[in-house]
């Protein structure tokens, strides 16, 4: 088993910041692309940032300057550091990793989700 546990999410001013973060546990070999992905009322998912093992990260463009990714490979934390929030970036925030158990299966996991809100 393996799960998904976000944190950080809630109300800020427009200009604020926050910092999201998400620790994988449970029975984990390896992860390979940890990221985090926004789903606003009445839209679609999105991709906003992901970093793959290795280091390499892809960021969307309505976030890029402002929010950064990062990760901590020995607590399989994933963080999502927000700064200059702009109202458009509220919207429920999704963990997901690409996770390798110890039974050699690889799947991908979602977060149960965090909600970030900002009041302009």
């Known amino acids: 088993q393996v799960q998904l546990e976000e944190s950080g999410g809630g109300l800020v001013q427009a200009g604020g910041s926050l910092r999201l973060s998400c620790a994988a546990s449970?029975?984990?070999?390896?992860?390979?692309?940890m990221g985090w992905y926004r789903q606003a009322l009445g839209k679609q998912r999105e991709l906003v940032a992901v970093?793959?093992?290795?280091?390499?990260?892809n960021i969307a463009d309505s976030v890029k300057g402002r929010f950064t990714i990062s990760r901590d490979n020995g607590k399989n934390t994933v963080y999502l550091q927000m700064n200059s929030l702009k109202p458009e970036d509220t919207a429920a925030y999704y963990c997901?990793?690409?996770?390798?158990?110890?039974?050699?299966?690889?799947?991908?996991?979602w977060g149960q989700g965090t909600q970030v809100t900002v009041a302009s």
């Open positions: 449970g029975s984990i070999f390896s992860i390979n692309a």
């Open positions: 997901l990793a690409n996770i390798v158990d110890i039974y050699s299966s690889t799947n991908s996991y």
């Open positions: 970093m793959s093992k290795g280091g390499s990260t």
